[in-house]
């Protein structure tokens, strides 16, 4: 019995053996290796690696461009099925609903080995490019609710909305800390500290790809843009990083290394260069540094055309071919749009140029990939249409801007109390298309709820309600007149004023951090009719605000809040919610001080006497700091405790301290921690966040708060650019933003 049973372990070891290495035909069943669930994913690549021509491994390669497959915006069958069956296409880009269905039909079905097509869109914030779906606020303004966990949600429900509409990719998150607010795509990230947007990225990655990605309700993250794409010139989109190794190593690449270490699936390499060499050509940043030092196992994926850049815009390569080459080399396993690997790859690999190693390692990582997804069993998606918009991602989305506003200002206004009549005034409070943000499609007017409309859904019974526009962002429209006229017959005025959507996102930047158009004229005249003024900005990055932020008794910063900002931004000026939002942008007074972040080197702070001031023309400070937020309540922070106050390198630090919400109401506070390495070899900054909580305390209630710090919080980039932990004093500053620290104490790491 005992040898009959070992002897069974043996065969069935064998098959298991032989099946991984690709050594077995069919089953019994007539399913290839390859097709068969039940086998490893390894075995299941390799033994479809086997099966494939060159032509068809280079197919997988290419993400093509949805034109290629439509005519006059009309999908057209004859030149899908040219694409699938004649180039086996591997991946199309932007293409949801009903084409992928078509397209994926043809790829299963009618060609030789039924390699499923893996659709990839940008879900930013909601499956936003898809009419009809649910629109969340934009990434800069959720990262404002320091919330990983609401953030992780929202991803999820994006994931089952981009999944019911047969795509199984999403090319979010951006991992790009952004230190230029002129820069556009600073609203589509987590602000500008590393370790803040490796917290709220991980979570990204975590809800959109959930604990199984082969589950029906998950799909494929991207962290993106790899790597210093938001280090711009002038604040410029698409413009050269120029950059120390450190700041690379200690400025930008920790969100991607935390991405890989939670499992994201596929990283984006960027359109821009870094110290002349561009990242799709950058092998020791995507071979060396991403595949091997952190052995990311996943795809890599050029940025839009970015392999054609190399020697269309670049001028790195001597021709597309060439191209090719250099970003194969590099270790870029799809090209996105452009041609260069379709056209090119076959030959450098017969001439020898490009060793066929490459190739099976590029499209082995895709189908890899394509199998772990689950495609290859269920190629159409969860098709399960009444996801989309649901009632529950709506609340989601209401909590998600709720949490993502901040209060920037508020000398007792607000809440409003006895408001009978209030004047909504400004081109942005009733505007449904310019609340949403960038990288979102033709979506139906009646789903977003302006801040017009949320007034009038959230005031008192019998508030009258007049609204007037006022001016436009830009442009021609001036009725000031009018506007001042409701104003003076109302208790308050609500003045919405901002950006538009196209003032944010790629690749549109600006020079000015002003509020744009008459808009700033249109916020003085309301304010000399002597009505009290509430602002409340809509926008996508932090503006030079300075005389509203002087003048005007509250102000109230929505960002691009989404489809229910309306709703949030009324429940914040009634009452209905506590502001909670902190800011994870610095706003500085003006553009002159950029860069302007709070964790700046030491020598900022030196104070050389009478000549201690820096700009003849203005004060250092910024206008509102990093982590800075207020709430309708206060709390107290208490009873630090570190323990033990000495480590050794590899040890653990405990802190725990108490926070008291002493105000009237219940409220939420994010507590921060920074650190500072007192003394080390090489300088570091004054404070880095290491730390957030996020709390809600009852009134009168109070909380302990915990924090442990690892080798990963106190270590810094030492004079041979190795990532070590120095002994020295470690200074712990706690407190409810960078700038209003409350608790301070110590510890000293010993060798
Ligand atoms: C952007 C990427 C985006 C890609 C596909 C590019 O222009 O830089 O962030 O994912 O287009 O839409």
Known sequence: MKNKSSLKILVVSILTL?????????????????????LPVEGRVKDLLKRMTLD??????????????????????????????????????????EDTQKLQKIAVEETRLGIPILFGIDAIHGHALYNGSTIFPMPLALSSSWNPGLIEKTASATAKEVASTGVKWTFSPILDVARDPRWGRIIEGFGEDPYLVSQLGAAKVRGYQGSDLSSQDSILACGKHLAAYSET????????????ERTLMEMFLPPFKEAVNVGVGSIMTSFNEINGVPSTANTDLVRNILKDEW??????????????????????????????????????????????????????????????????????????????????????????????????????????????????????????KDARSIAVIGPLADDPSNQLGGWTGDQPAENVVTVLDGIKNNAPQRTKVRYSKGCDV?????????????????????????????????????????????????????????TPVVVVLINGRPLTINWIAENIPAVVEAWFPGQEGGNAVAELLFGKINPSGKLTMTFPKSVGQIPLHYNHYPQKNWDHGKYGKRYVDIEDEPLFPFGYGLSYTKFDYGNLKIIPSKIDKKGEIRISLDVKNVGKIRGDETVQ???????????????????????????????????????????????????????????????????????????????
């Open 233 to 244: 010139t002038g604040g410029r989109d698409y413009s050269p990083a120029d950059i120390s």
């Open 474 to 530: 830009l442009g021609e429209f001036d009725n000031i007149k009018k506007a001042t006229r409701i104003a003076r017959r109302s208790d308050v005025a609500i003045v919405v004023v901002g950006e538009l959507e196209n003032m944010s996102s790629e690749p549109n930047c600006r020079v000015s951090l002003n509020l744009p158009g008459n808009q700033g004229e249109l916020v003085r005249a309301i304010h000399h009719t002597g």
């Open 18 to 38: 032989s099946m991984f290495l690709g050594c077995v035909g069919e089953d019994e069943t007539g399913l290839k290796p390859y097709q068969d669930p039940n």
């Open 295 to 416: 052995e990311f196992d996943g795809l890599v994926v050029s940025d839009y055309a970015s392999v054609r850049m190399l020697y269309d815009t670049h001028y790195v390569a001597e021709d597309l071919e060439d191209a090719a080459r250099c970003a194969v080399e590099a270790g870029v396993d799809m090209e996105m749009v452009s041609e260069a690997y379709m056209e090119h790859l076959e030959r450098l690999v017969i001439d020898g140029v490009v060793p066929e190693k490459l190739i099976d390692d590029a499209t082995g990582r895709i189908l890899k990939t394509k199998f772990l997804l689950g495609l290859f069993e269920n190629p159409y998606g969860s098709l399960d249409p009444s996801v989309i918009n649901s009632r529950q991602h709506r609340n989601l989305a209401l909590e998600a801007a709720e949490q993502s506003i901040v209060l920037l200002k508020n000398e007792g206004i607000l809440p409003l």
């Open 673 to 751: 921690l920074y650190l500072n390495d007192v003394v080390s070899s090489v300088t570091t900054p004054s404070k880095e966040l290491k730390g957030f909580k996020k709390i809600t305390l009852n009134s009168g209630e109070k909380k302990n708060v915990k924090f442990t710090l690892t080798p990963n919080e106190l270590s810094l980039v030492d004079r041979s650019m190795e990532w070590v932990v120095e002994p020295g004093i470690f200074e712990v500053m706690i407190g409810s933003s960078s700038e209003d620290l409350r608790l301070k104490g110590s510890f000293e790491i010993i060798e």
């Open 56 to 97: 068809e491994k280079i197919g997988q390669m290419w993400q093509a461009s949805p034109d290629l497959v439509r005519t006059y915006n009309n999908f057209d069958e004859e030149k899908a099925r040219k694409l699938v069956i004649g180039y086996g296409v591997g991946s199309f880009l932007s293409i949801a609903g």
